[in-house]
């Protein structure tokens, strides 16, 4: 009977079947990176209980016209939750780089005639398209040097230089105060900032940006996914859909807040 009934109501039937699929690598998803210690507990056993009540609600609404509402903010959510993990993991790729170069910076500024940590700063600022500074570092760390020892180095350093030619501004400012430094400056001549690591590191976002993307995404798919949900079952009765609209937002607050989402 059940089977017949879902049948007649096409978009539940249809809504029902296909839910399982976004749900199943919601799930998958979350619990890769709750082992990977990306996500705490507490977060990650709440979004696989939100993606099991929306299994629930999608195969047994209250309304016919809640499933297929379900079934399409579970894909929209889905869709915007990768190129936001994707971001999250380039910003920690990058969080690994800014502290190889500032560890290299702090070799150099110790000891000025480390060959090796100028290389390895230059080569990082190459990579994030300081052109100018990665020349200037590279030709004082390889100024005299042996063609015969350091020939792979040389090369590159060649390279470095047509694509200069071709960069219409190879040395940037100082982020902090504007002044443009001699190319391979360590600190800014007028306000001390670091400006080798400032150009590479930007103005970025403070604290775990992973986390606070992910609690970002979160508050989204509870807005999308909880607010159909409480005019499906509360839509008749005013009073009890506004205070479970407000329960969404206080909801969506503490998970904000608990995600240092506005932490800056």
Same mark, same amino acid.
């Given at each position: /009977?059940?089977?017949?009934?879902?049948?007649? +109501?096409?978009?539940?039937?249809?809504?029902?079947?296909?839910?399982?699929?976004?749900?199943?690598?919601?799930?998958?998803?979350?619990?890769?990176?709750?082992?990977?210690? =990306?996500?705490?507990?507490?977060?990650?056993?709440?979004?696989?209980?939100?993606?099991?009540?929306?299994?629930?609600?999608?195969?047994?609404?209250?309304? =016919?016209?809640?499933?297929?509402?379900?079934?399409?903010?579970?894909?929209?959510?889905?869709?915007?939750?990768?190129?936001?993990?994707? *971001?999250?993991?380039?910003?920690?790729?990058?969080?690994? =780089?800014? =502290?190889? *170069?500032?560890?290299?910076?702090?070799? #150099?500024?110790?000891?000025?005639?480390?060959?090796?940590?100028?290389?390895?700063?230059?080569? /990082?600022?190459?990579?994030?398209?300081?052109?100018?500074?990665?020349?200037?570092?590279?030709?004082? $760390?390889?100024?005299?040097?042996?063609? $015969?020892?350091? +020939?792979?180095?040389?090369?590159?350093?060649?390279?470095?230089?047509?694509?200069? @030619?071709?960069?219409?501004?190879?040395?940037?400012?100082?982020? @902090?105060?504007?002044?443009?430094?001699?190319?391979?400056?360590?600190? #800014?001549?007028?306000?001390?900032?670091?400006?080798?690591?400032?150009?590479?590191?930007?103005?970025?976002?403070?604290?775990?940006?992973?986390?606070?993307?992910?609690?970002?995404? $979160?508050?989204?798919?509870?807005?999308?996914?909880?607010?159909?949900?409480?005019?499906?079952?509360?839509?008749? @009765?005013?009073?009890?859909?506004?205070?479970?609209?407000?329960?969404?937002?206080?909801?969506?607050?503490?998970?904000?807040?608990?995600?240092?989402?506005?932490?800056?």
């Amino acid at each position: /009977m059940f089977l017949t009934e879902a049948i007649n +109501r096409w978009g539940v039937f249809v809504s029902g079947c296909l839910i399982w699929i976004p749900i199943a690598v919601w799930i998958l998803a979350i619990i890769h990176m709750w082992v990977g210690g =990306d996500i705490e507990s507490p977060f990650a056993v709440s979004a696989i209980l939100v993606g099991i009540a929306i299994i629930v609600f999608t195969v047994r609404p209250p309304v =016919d016209w809640l499933s297929p509402v379900l079934f399409g903010a579970t894909i929209v959510t889905m869709v915007m939750f990768w190129p936001i993990r994707r *971001l999250a993991l380039e910003h920690e790729l990058k969080e690994i =780089d800014v =502290d190889r *170069l500032e560890r290299a910076l702090d070799a #150099c500024e110790a000891r000025p005639d480390n060959a090796a940590s100028k290389l390895a700063a230059a080569e /990082m600022l190459f990579k994030y398209g300081q052109l100018g500074h990665a020349i200037a570092m590279a030709d004082t $760390a390889l100024a005299g040097a042996n063609p $015969a020892h350091f +020939r792979k180095e040389l090369a590159a350093l060649a390279q470095w230089r047509a694509v200069a @030619q071709r960069a219409a501004s190879p040395v940037s400012a100082c982020i @902090q105060c504007g002044l443009t430094n001699p190319a391979g400056t360590i600190r #800014c001549s007028r306000c001390e900032a670091p400006v080798l690591l400032d150009s590479v590191r930007g103005r970025v976002v403070k604290g775990n940006l992973m986390r606070k993307l992910i609690t970002a995404w $979160a508050v989204g798919t509870l807005v999308v996914v909880g607010v159909p949900t409480v005019f499906a079952y509360l839509g008749k @009765q005013p009073i009890l859909a506004a205070l479970g609209i407000l329960g969404i937002a206080g909801a969506a607050i503490v998970i904000g807040i608990r995600g240092r989402v506005l932490e800056t």
